[in-house]
């Protein structure tokens, strides 16, 4: 696709520089030829793409740290890279870690970052529950079994530390129930007329205390 078409599509998410926008084009061709082999998104128009994955994860990404935030990122289930690489692309001074436990994803994030030159991004190839560390920001976005993956993301989350859900209305009361230990701003929509919204939590700073 491009640089123009994507920098058009993206304009009501984020403002991106141009190298960057170069580089979502790198990274739409290895997802389209990656997700002919194996199923990482069902959204097969690459304008479609930019629109909801990448344009999704940069508001994500302008909104929770902007692009010289310092702090380590968990992005549980990373999957197709959504959110957790185009945070590591637009902030280049964060530690991002993408949790991924299925091989063949692993490897496609693992060629991602190569291709990309990301040297703030890692794969960490295992379930998320066997991450032993916890972190300043965690990261979750469409995935199965919202509630069972929550309560682990939750507990990667350091005392005072935050959570950015990339979520539908319908979860925002299960994300509360679950994550009642953390103080929840108000929901933000996010553009692009898809009803998601980005709901933000706080760790309580007392948690480890209890």
Same mark, same amino acid.
């Given at each position: 696709?491009?640089?123009?078409?994507?920098?058009?599509?993206?304009?009501?998410?984020?403002?991106?520089?141009?190298?960057?926008?170069?580089?979502?084009?790198?990274?739409?061709?290895?997802?389209?030829?990656?997700?002919?082999?194996?199923?990482?998104?069902?959204?097969?128009?690459?304008?479609?793409?930019?629109?909801?994955?990448?344009?999704?994860?940069?508001?994500?990404?302008?909104?929770? /740290? $902007?692009?010289?935030?310092?702090? +380590?990122?968990?992005? %549980? @289930? =990373?999957?197709? &890279?959504?959110?957790?690489?185009?945070?590591?692309?637009?902030?280049?001074?964060?530690?991002?870690?993408?949790?991924?436990?299925?091989?063949?994803?692993?490897?496609?994030?693992?060629?991602?970052?190569?291709?990309?030159?990301?040297?703030?991004?890692?794969?960490?190839?295992?379930?998320?529950?066997?991450?032993?560390?916890?972190?300043?920001?965690?990261?979750?976005?469409?995935?199965?079994?919202?509630?069972?993956?929550?309560?682990?993301?939750?507990?990667?989350?350091?005392?005072?530390?935050?959570?950015?859900?990339? /979520? $539908?209305?319908?979860?925002?009361? +299960?994300?509360?129930? %679950? @994550? =009642?230990?953390? &103080?929840?701003?108000?929901?933000?929509?996010?553009?692009?007329?898809?009803?998601?919204?980005?709901?933000?939590?706080?760790?309580?700073?007392?948690?480890?205390?209890?």
């Amino acid at each position: 696709m491009e640089p123009a078409k994507i920098a058009a599509l993206l304009r009501p998410f984020a403002n991106l520089p141009e190298k960057l926008i170069n580089d979502i084009s790198i990274y739409i061709d290895i997802l389209i030829k990656w997700n002919s082999k194996i199923s990482l998104t069902s959204v097969r128009d690459p304008q479609e793409m930019v629109s909801r994955h990448f344009g999704e994860s940069f508001f994500l990404a302008e909104t929770l /740290i $902007g692009s010289r935030w310092q702090g +380590t990122v968990a992005d %549980v @289930g =990373s999957g197709a &890279g959504f959110p957790g690489v185009p945070l590591a692309m637009y902030c280049p001074t964060a530690d991002v870690i993408l949790i991924e436990s299925q091989g063949k994803k692993a490897a496609f994030l693992n060629e991602l970052i190569y291709a990309l030159k990301l040297k703030n991004a890692r794969v960490f190839r295992d379930r998320a529950e066997q991450f032993s560390s916890q972190v300043d920001l965690v990261t979750l976005r469409a995935v199965e079994k919202f509630d069972e993956v929550l309560t682990i993301a939750l507990d990667l989350v350091r005392p005072g530390g935050r959570i950015g859900l990339m /979520i $539908g209305q319908a979860q925002l009361e +299960t994300a509360r129930r %679950v @994550g =009642s230990h953390f &103080g929840w701003e108000q929901p933000l929509k996010v553009p692009g007329g898809q009803s998601r919204v980005l709901l933000i939590g706080t760790k309580d700073v007392n948690e480890e205390l209890k």
